[in-house]
DNA sequence: GTAAAAACCGTACCGTCATACGGTTATCCG
DNA sequence: CGGATAACCGTATGACGGTACGGTTTTTAC
């Protein structure tokens, strides 16, 4: 039997350094060379791991949204059980979309430069559509959610709101990152904890019948 | 006296063609050579009037950017002469950012792929701020002006209220071009229309105590 | 130990593209 | 008319990057 390697691991190292290059100097440094040279291995390695350049992009991508969902749900999964408001939840989820610092920023980079190149890639577009869809749809089930205890009115229809939600998170965060020390003197992080929050404030109209504090407090 | 030419024109062509291509095949497919097979000219003539690739590509999204603003002024500066409600203006201006025909469609896959490649050529990200910073001006300006009629509450800060607005805009925009045919059931031209005046609503609260109706109704 | 198979390497090849450059054509002024 | 100058053309060139490919190393099963 041959020699063995942990497939997986090796191709996640292979897109992390496609994100790194990305975020660092774009999606148009990214080379198989420089790509190998950054994950520390051969072309030929790469290649063994990849048919194609675009199939590495490809993964790459879907790394990178399959990692944001993962974190969306995972502060809507904690915020649930925690019984905090929704508000605050969603507020903190639409707050992750903003460039507000870092390694954020870093992130907002890498996206954009896969959602540019999608444009004319249908590969790199269905992820780009799939990650929004379910994103969109947490925020739809956050929303119908609210109903439940009281938080949203029985009457409104959730999908508009998680479109308003969902536009508002992406237009900020493109505003964000285009001028990162705010705008007419507000700072960037007090903006977009204002518009967030008053944008939830439009869908989240009253308050939690039941639990609303903290588990410990 | 050597031959003339108009300059302007010239370059006017070129971006055209830029603009054609990228919004046909997208920003890599921009080469210099099928740039002048586009606008019927040599590879040597678009070198005559860019010394570089990069300037051409500037100067096209130059082009764009002040394509849009014009479009955006203009619309605002018939709605206040003739005297409609602002809130109308701003809902037309905003749906103007959102792909929902082909026009609009090909617009946006433009600007998209500029501000793609913004992320990473510094001239590129200037000529994105500034056309931002402009649009959210204008927006801003729409608002104050909102205070004089009574349409917005007196004491409502415009800037908040137009990153809001253009943001909403924007990540309407990046959605209704993922899902042309909108969201759950609901067409993204309702959708549209929905999400902009709801937000809108939320800004201009009152109705003008001046005449609002069409000049010659 | 050894053979097989996979992991891994380095390079050669080929196409593409931006740019440089020498040459040609047209226009205008004197 | 003529020459000066800009408009305009076509190609050569050099760099770069994706991929094909042959070779080497390592591991494991028997």
Redesign the interface.
Known sequence: MPRTADHDERRRQIAEAVCALVAD?????VTVARTAATAGMSVGLVQHYFRSKDEMLLHAFRTVGARIRARADERVRAGTDHRRPLARVLSEVLAEFVPLDGTRRAEF?VT??F???A???PAL?EV??ET??LI?ADL?RGVHNGKECGEVAPDLDP??A???L???????A??VY??PGG??G?PAAE?TA??ID??LA?VFTGTCRQYTGRPGA
Request: hydrophobic share 50%.
């Open positions: 100097h774009g999606l148009d440094a980079r954009r430069a959602a540019g190149r444009l004319d890639a577009a780009d559509v929004a869809r969109r739809a999908w508009p998680a479109v308003r969902l536009a508002v998170a992406e237009g900020l493109l505003q285009r001028d705008v007419e507000t903006l204002a518009v008053a944008e439009t």
